[in-house]
């Protein structure tokens, strides 16, 4: 029986490679070598690949031939159990400018294993890029509340960027002016891009009360925080911490022995508070459930209190 590397069929370079060209708008490279891949995938019969990369090379060949952006992997998908939400995500890494530390915990490399993620954070990267895709961005994102289980409903937790993160301030802009039409649709996300927040506060740029941004520890602007929360205009809830406990620690299944030793590396809670002026709330894992009134991520409740999870 082959173990797991020597079973892998795309090393994490190449996957990266792919995700960079589609980033980067080279669209035709990006279809030369999907159609490679597709060959090789009949060839040795990795049946996966073969029907996700086929449908991605469909998908390409539209974009590159005829301009057209159609879909062919769900855009935005609805949640899981540790998720329940309505979700969006685009190529983690390619797309992360504000990358540091985190990289050596993304937890989002862990889908590279995977031919159907894989395609699809190239598609929605895609779409993101460009204007015809950003319409279709928006056209499923309406359809989806549009759909009996969310048309009713007062509120649709949506969160931004699962994987990936925004790239530059238009699609900073993109998203927020999207979200200001949908004022039913309540979005949040971590994020690392801290400049392009404070860029377009600096020009006058106002956002939407509907969106909340967690800023996300590990990445090389976490010293930009203080400014950025300094704002009144900053649509920021707080800070979003990944604590290093020893051992492996569950991403969804907040133990005892993990609360414990949370507190015994940040102190109690007013101790903390002491210390930095705000408190924190110990993430439970499951983001449909940690509190009574709302995801704490998610609500103005939650506001300048750190949230704490162990690296996973």
């Known amino acids: 029986m082959k173990n797991y590397k020597e079973n892998i069929f795309l090393e994490r370079g190449k996957v990266l490679e792919l995700m960079t060209l589609a980033k980067i708008g080279e669209y035709s490279l990006l279809l030369s070598k999907v159609?490679?891949?597709?060959?090789?995938?009949?060839?040795?019969?990795?049946?996966?690949?073969?029907?996700h990369y086929s449908k991605l090379e469909s998908f390409l060949g539209d974009v590159v031939n005829r301009g057209e952006y159609i879909p062919r992997f769900s855009v935005y998908v609805k949640g899981n159990g540790k998720l329940p939400f309505l979700a969006f995500s685009n190529a983690p890494i390619v797309n992360c400018m504000g990358m540091g530390e985190c990289e050596k915990f993304c937890y989002s490399l862990s889908a590279f294993r995977y031919p159907a993620?894989?395609?699809?954070?190239?598609?929605?990267?895609?779409l993101t890029n460009e204007e015809k895709g950003r319409e279709v961005l928006v056209e499923e994102l309406v359809r989806w509340t549009e759909k009996p289980s969310f048309s009713k409903l007062e509120r649709i937790d949506f969160r931004l960027y699962v994987d990936g993160d925004f790239a530059d301030t238009d699609q900073v802009v993109f998203w927020?002016?999207?979200?200001?039409?949908?004022?039913?649709?309540?979005?949040?996300?971590?994020?690392?891009?801290?400049?392009?927040?404070?860029?377009?506060l600096e020009k006058g740029y106002t956002f939407p009360d509907n969106y909340l941004l967690n800023e996300s520890s590990g990445?090389?602007?976490?010293?930009?925080?203080?400014?950025?929360?300094?704002?009144?205009?900053?649509?920021?809830?707080g800070r979003f911490l990944a604590v290093k406990l020893d051992g492996k620690r569950s991403s969804h299944n907040r133990t005892d022995r993990d609360r414990v030793d949370i507190k015994n590396a940040l102190g109690s809670v007013s101790e903390y508070k002491k210390k930095n002026g705000r408190g924190y709330f110990i993430c439970g894992g499951k983001c449909g459930e940690c509190t009574s009134i709302g995801h704490a991520c998610g609500i103005p409740q939650f506001k300048n209190?750190?949230?704490i999870i162990p690296i996973h």
């Open 219 to 237: 990445g090389k602007f976490d010293k930009l925080w203080r400014e950025l929360e300094s704002n009144p205009k900053a649509p920021v809830r």
């Open 117 to 126: 993620p894989q395609c699809r954070f190239i598609q929605n990267t895609i």
């Open 35 to 51: 159609e490679k891949i597709v060959m090789r995938a009949k060839k040795e019969e990795r049946i996966g690949y073969i029907n």
């Open 305 to 307: 209190i750190d949230i």
């Open 176 to 200: 927020m002016e999207t979200l200001r039409k949908l004022p039913q649709v309540k979005a949040y996300g971590y994020s690392k891009s801290i400049p392009l927040f404070l860029y377009l």
